[in-house]
């Protein structure tokens, strides 16, 4: 083995090794869904059985079915592949030093695995009777449309009806303008595409922090006695800087050493070598992703592994320089962390802006709630159509009158999941043969 194959098993280990460990310790996870769930389980709301059930039905399907399929081919590796997969390991993962300990080695021979065997995963999947790894990415798909609504949820329960309905049609026409005229040619045969989802997220949050700055203070609170529900979030973040650091240059390096990409359009110029090209969509994603991950992470507490992405633009510039990629990486996932204390400083001194804080997150949650069903009904239909949604609907109501039921959010992936286990046993002993939907 060449030493230069030596560097890149280690940077992958290290990367697999110490975002499973951030996702065991609830201090950042990268799949955008997941974020705000974490907390629900850190303050025991949830039980860790239903937290690695959620991640595994909102990460799984698109490890399988979107990161590792794109991945091949290209040489490199597209970051969901090991990201996605780093957050199940750290949610399965006991708590405590042990469980550290744990995700930390099982997530550093996945990522040397994934490098060593890209091809081999696919195929072991495909050995199943019946394949449903494609079907479960379903119980992500309505997630990431849907994020850009919390905001107008947020702004009816804080405001009333009306000023949500407005910021509703807002972020639905940004949402329509962005995904048919978004994108713009940049010469050269290359493109540059805005993530409507992005963009509509932003406006939403726009109309909130708009509405919120101008709720008056009634004076009976001074400012030394104020506790702020964003600040303490943030200083969570704040306080795990050194692991977000090391974590943003580790991401950096591998990207410099051309061992992941962060989206498909990036990955595909850098196979190409096309790297000022690469460089340029991955920023423009990277603005995309600053509502997005700034507000999961002010509400929640918990940041990504990735931050903004930025990032990668980072490894992209400093390509075949990885111990100056991770430097610079984790000075800028260390900027990122600041301005994020800056952000929430700032909101506080506004109380509307505090207050919005509750909301918020019980906008994400029921959002969350909703599509995770939804999209757990369209993954179970696909499995099994015509009884998908029979099942999914019968569990939801049936455990609802459980002595001890799941949280709602927490059906629709469970579902999908049983389902495609039984599925497969009993087409084993052969009383289910598969059939197309539609």
Request: no cysteine; hydrophobic share 55%; proline share 4%.
């Given at each position: 083995m060449?030493?230069s194959?030596l560097?890149?098993?280690?940077?992958i280990?290290?990367?697999?090794?110490?975002?499973?460990?951030?996702a065991?310790k609830?201090?950042?996870?990268?799949?955008?869904?997941l974020?705000?769930i974490?907390?629900?389980?850190?303050?025991k709301?949830?039980?860790?059985?239903?937290?690695?059930?959620?991640?595994?039905?909102?990460s799984?399907?698109?490890?399988i079915?979107?990161g590792i399929?794109?991945s091949i081919?290209?040489?490199?590796?597209?970051?969901?592949?090991i990201?996605?997969?780093?957050?199940?390991?750290?949610?399965?993962?006991?708590?405590?030093?042990?469980g550290?300990?744990?995700a930390g080695?099982?997530g550093?021979?996945?990522g040397?695995?994934?490098?060593?065997?890209?091809?081999a995963?696919?195929d072991a999947?495909?050995l199943?009777?019946v394949?449903?790894i494609d079907?479960?990415s379903?119980?992500g798909?309505?997630?990431v449309?849907?994020?850009?609504?919390f905001?107008?949820?947020?702004?009816a329960?804080?405001?009333?009806?009306?000023?949500?309905?407005?910021?509703?049609v807002?972020t639905?026409?940004?949402?329509?303008?962005?995904?048919?005229?978004?994108?713009?040619?940049?010469?050269?045969?290359?493109?540059?595409?805005?993530?409507?989802e992005?963009?509509?997220?932003?406006?939403?949050?726009?109309?909130?922090?708009?509405?919120?700055i101008k709720?008056?203070?009634d004076g009976s609170?001074?400012?030394?006695?104020?506790?702020?529900?964003?600040l303490?979030?943030?200083?969570r973040?704040k306080?795990?800087w050194?692991?977000?650091?090391?974590?943003?240059?580790?991401?950096?390096?591998?990207t410099?050493?051309l061992?992941?990409?962060?989206?498909?359009?990036?990955?595909?110029?850098?196979s190409?070598g096309?790297m000022?090209?690469a460089?340029?969509?991955?920023?423009?994603?990277g603005?995309?992703?600053?509502?997005?991950?700034?507000?999961?992470?002010?509400?929640?507490g918990?940041?990504?592994?990735?931050?903004t992405?930025?990032?990668?633009?980072?490894?992209?510039?400093?390509?075949?320089n990885?111990i100056?990629?991770?430097v610079?990486?984790?000075?800028?996932?260390?900027i990122?962390?600041?301005?994020?204390t800056?952000?929430?400083?700032a909101?506080?001194k506004?109380?509307?802006?505090?207050?919005?804080?509750?909301?918020?997150r019980?906008a994400?949650?029921?959002?969350?709630?909703?599509?995770?069903?939804?999209?757990?009904?369209?993954?179970?239909?696909?499995?099994?159509?015509?009884?998908?949604?029979f099942?999914v609907?019968?569990?939801?109501?049936?455990?609802?009158?459980?002595?001890?039921?799941v949280?709602d959010l927490?059906?629709?992936?469970?579902?999908?999941?049983?389902?495609?286990?039984?599925?497969?046993?009993?087409?084993l002993i052969?009383?289910?043969?598969?059939?197309v939907?539609g």
């Open positions: 060449g030493s194959k560097i890149e098993l280690i940077a280990a290290a990367l697999g090794g110490l975002s499973s460990i951030l065991n609830g201090i950042a996870v990268f799949n955008d869904g974020r705000p974490v907390p629900e389980f850190l303050e709301k949830i039980s860790k059985k239903e937290l690695a059930a959620t991640s595994f039905a909102l799984f399907g698109l490890v079915g979107f399929p794109v081919g290209a040489s490199i590796l597209l970051v969901h592949s990201l996605l997969m780093t957050d199940i390991i750290g949610s399965w993962a006991p708590e405590g030093k042990k550290m300990a744990i080695i099982i550093a021979l996945y040397v695995g994934l490098v060593l065997g890209l091809q995963v696919v999947f495909a199943m009777p394949n449903f079907s479960l379903q119980v798909a309505p997630v449309i849907s994020f850009s609504i905001p107008a949820v947020a702004i329960s804080q405001h009333g009806f009306k000023k949500g309905s407005i910021s509703f807002a639905l026409l940004t949402l329509f303008i962005v995904k048919q005229f978004g994108t713009f040619k940049l010469g050269n045969g290359t493109s540059l595409t805005l993530s409507a992005g963009m509509s997220l932003l406006v939403g949050m726009i109309f909130m922090i708009y509405y919120a709720v008056k203070s609170n001074s400012n030394e006695s104020l506790v702020s529900v964003f303490e979030r943030v200083n973040i306080r795990n050194i692991w977000l650091s090391a974590m943003g240059g580790l991401v950096s390096a591998a410099s050493l061992l992941i990409a962060g989206d498909p359009i990036s990955l595909n110029l850098l190409e096309k000022n090209e460089a340029l969509a991955a920023f423009a994603r603005i995309g992703f600053i509502p997005l991950v700034f507000s999961t992470a002010i509400v929640t918990v940041y990504s592994p990735a931050g992405t930025f990032v990668f633009v980072v490894g992209i510039l400093l390509k075949g990885p100056l990629a991770f610079v990486g984790a000075l800028v996932m260390f990122e962390v600041q301005l994020l800056i952000m929430a400083k909101l506080d506004f109380p509307g802006i505090r207050e919005m804080g509750e909301h918020i019980t994400m949650n029921k959002v969350l709630e909703v599509a995770l069903l939804i999209g757990g009904a369209m993954a179970s239909e696909s499995i099994a159509p015509g009884i998908g949604y099942w609907i019968g569990l939801l109501l049936l455990n609802r009158k459980a002595k001890k039921p949280v927490a059906v629709g992936p469970i579902a999908a999941i049983t389902l495609g286990i039984i599925v497969n046993i009993l087409n052969g009383l289910f043969t598969p059939v939907a």
